[in-house]
């Protein structure tokens, strides 16, 4: 096995000081409350070895990674019917955007902008009978983790300061792609954003995605092999907004960012890598999270490509 402790300890130790240009993201009020100088780096491989370095095992708010963890349960229970409520197409806009709902009618364009999410969220509300209980439940079955819960206060501040979450949610339902209320969407939306994990909680959570014979704390599959390749293909296309296709020119993995600053990657029959820092590019992807895992498969030799 490659000695990754020792290439994740380097990459770290040469990024750890470099001028950081991006930012925190300040839209959500309490993410800017975060120390920006957090950076940590977790991965677990399939045969379950750990290498962290830095601050890997604090709590951050994980933000749009909870993406594909709403996916995966809306997927188990809504199956290949659930692509008719959103698709699976790049949409090169960023992350918040309402511009192609009017044309798409109200069909998100993929399940990781917020569009999307809000719709498979909605999904998973006619299915729950608690949605926010539920779903949190099946992310700590998922991780065997019982620890794992959501910020109250992350959750409060984005629904004080979600004006566009809330303008998208109402324009889906304009169009009749959102069933249920929507106060009652919206508010489980911000809560599923407001999970909290540490970098080696994230790399654990979405072992599914990289190893095929992966079970759940009670020893169920959690998606059939089919499935979980097309999360991970909708990953690499659609994880990083309108910088999916750099992300994929430059590390080549399908993965996901939030912009609480973390990023996780999955290489499918190897491993999960985790990376957290809080300043965020332009395009709302951790600035210093997208140079560490670019130098790591280059170093490693473990872009999928
Ligand atoms: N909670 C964030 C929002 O809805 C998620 C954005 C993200 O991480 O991409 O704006």
Not at 218 to 238: D, P, Y
Request: proline share 3%; net charge negative.
């Amino acid at each position: 096995m490659k000695n990754y402790q020792k290439i994740i300890t380097k990459i770290y130790n040469d990024l750890k000081n470099i001028d950081d240009t991006g930012k925190i993201a300040n839209y959500i009020p309490e993410l800017a409350n975060v120390d920006d100088t957090n950076f940590g780096i977790h991965i677990t491989t399939i045969d379950r070895n750990f290498f962290g370095i830095g601050d890997s095992k604090k709590k951050f708010s994980i933000q749009s990674i909870s993406k594909i963890l709403t996916l995966t349960l809306a997927y188990q229970l809504e199956g290949e019917k659930l692509w008719k409520r959103v698709d699976v197409e790049p949409s090169g806009n960023p992350f918040n955007s309402l511009l192609q709902l009017e044309s798409d009618l109200g069909i998100p364009r993929n399940p990781f902008i917020n569009a999307g999410a809000i719709v498979v969220c909605d999904v998973l509300i006619s299915h729950l009978k608690n949605p926010k209980e539920d779903f949190l439940n099946f992310c700590r079955i998922l991780s065997k983790n019982p620890d794992l819960n959501y910020s109250e206060k992350v959750a409060q501040s984005e629904k004080s300061s979600g004006y566009r979450n809330i303008a998208l949610c109402n324009f889906i339902k304009s169009f009749g792609n959102i069933k249920n209320d929507i106060d009652v969407v919206l508010d489980f939306y911000f809560y599923t954003c407001a999970l909290e994990m540490t970098c080696k909680e994230v790399s654990e959570i979405f072992l599914f995605l990289a190893d095929d014979n992966f079970t759940n704390q009670e020893g169920n599959r959690v998606l059939t092999m089919s499935q979980a390749k097309r999360i991970n293909a909708i990953l690499l296309t659609c994880g990083f907004y309108d910088e999916s296709g750099e992300f994929a020119f430059r590390v080549g993995l399908p993965g996901k960012s939030g912009v609480g600053g973390g990023i996780v990657a999955i290489h499918p029959d190897e491993f999960c890598i985790t990376v957290w820092s809080p300043k965020l590019n332009k395009k709302g992807n951790s600035y210093k999270g997208m140079l560490f895992l670019e130098q790591f498969t280059t170093e490693t030799e473990s872009s999928i490509f």
